[in-house]
């Protein structure tokens, strides 16, 4: 039996890296789609030492013929594409007035219609099979928008409404094919270092922090489980329900502490390289992480519990019915 295929769009960095990994050894064969060469070749070889085939795709997600073409040549040298992870991103992080028009669009295009290039290439294909997943890897940010991250935020929400239609409409066809959502907390990836930024201090991601394996390990569940979305780390949690219920108090403490939480106390140079436009230093390898591993965790138990369910559910039933034989046991006395 041949391996699974999937295709990782931003797979040589953060999410995407560790998300390449984490197929790697579960067996399946990957497609990685990125722009920066050196980080390709970097990811090709390490998938290949942890015993996977994958093949390098140079794409722009913003581009949707370049990833038209990425679709047909996974299919073409790896077999009929099984998953396709919508996980590729960029952004600003600037006050809304402080950010340009082409800037807002650039992010906006990679963001989020690179996920709508990409699931129009691997519907292309899943449909005529009637089957397949698409996993769009989301964040709590698709629920509850902070501020200094308009560009990101917008188009995280515009994934989930796109999504969802996206949904309702396979499910009026009563298509085999299955779309999932991700919802991501606070991840330790590289996008702080090099994304688009008119801070006066060094991005962080808001505490607390998960490694993106944390994440990856969400995804690759994701994508062999059919749930309609998945939401990880507590924070996260918190997050989106809490906006459900008090959005107008979340507004009122992201204005007094969403500034502070971004940032890292460190000044930096708001002219540094980034990866708005192209790849930052294409010639370097980045990895999965950032530069917060020391107060990252690589752990989540709300993630555990939501995999676990009927583990929890049946030590929750167990113990009811020892509180209820107790009771039964002293009234009887």
Not at 164 to 176: A, K, Q, V
Not at 274 to 281: A, K, S, T
Request: charged letters at 20%.
């Amino acid at each position: 039996m041949s391996e699974p295929v999937v295709v990782i769009t931003g797979a040589t960095a953060g999410v995407g890296r560790a998300t390449a990994q984490a197929f790697a050894r579960a067996g399946w064969s990957i497609g990685l789609v990125a722009r920066g060469e050196a980080g390709l070749e970097a990811t090709r070889e390490e998938l290949e030492r942890l015993g996977a085939t994958a093949l390098t795709l140079p794409t722009d997600v913003a581009d949707p013929d370049a990833v038209e073409q990425a679709a047909a040549q996974v299919e073409a040298q790896l077999g009929p594409i099984d998953v396709w992870v919508n996980n590729a991103m960029t952004t600003i992080f600037a006050p809304f007035h402080r950010i340009r028009a082409g800037e807002f669009e650039r992010a906006t295009a990679v963001t989020y219609l690179g996920t709508v290039h990409g699931t129009m290439a691997a519907l292309r294909r899943m449909r005529p099979r009637d089957r397949g997943t698409i996993v769009q890897v989301g964040s709590a940010l698709a629920y509850r928008a902070i501020p200094l991250q308009s560009a990101y935020c917008g188009a995280k929400h515009a994934i989930r409404g796109f999504t969802d239609s996206l949904r309702c409409e396979l499910m009026h066809d009563d298509s085999g094919v299955h779309v999932t959502m991700v919802q991501l907390p606070a991840l330790n990836t590289p996008q702080f270092g090099w994304c688009r930024s008119r801070l006066p201090e060094h991005p962080q991601p808001v505490p607390p922090i998960f490694q993106p394996e944390v994440a990856a390990r969400a995804i690759l569940w994701a994508a062999t489980h059919r749930r309609r979305e998945v939401h990880v780390g507590w924070p996260a949690v918190r997050a989106i329900w809490g906006n459900k219920f008090a959005p107008w108090l979340a507004d009122r403490v992201l204005a007094r502490q969403g500034y502070g939480a971004q940032q890292t106390g460190t000044k930096v140079a708001q002219d540094r390289p980034d990866n708005l436009e192209r790849p930052v230093d294409a010639d370097l390898d980045r990895g999965p992480h950032g530069i917060f591993d020391a107060r990252a965790t690589g752990r989540s138990l709300q993630w555990w519990v939501t995999t676990h369910r009927a583990t929890v559910a049946g030590a929750a039933l167990g113990l009811l019915l020892v509180a209820v034989a107790l009771v039964v046991g002293l009234t009887t006395r």
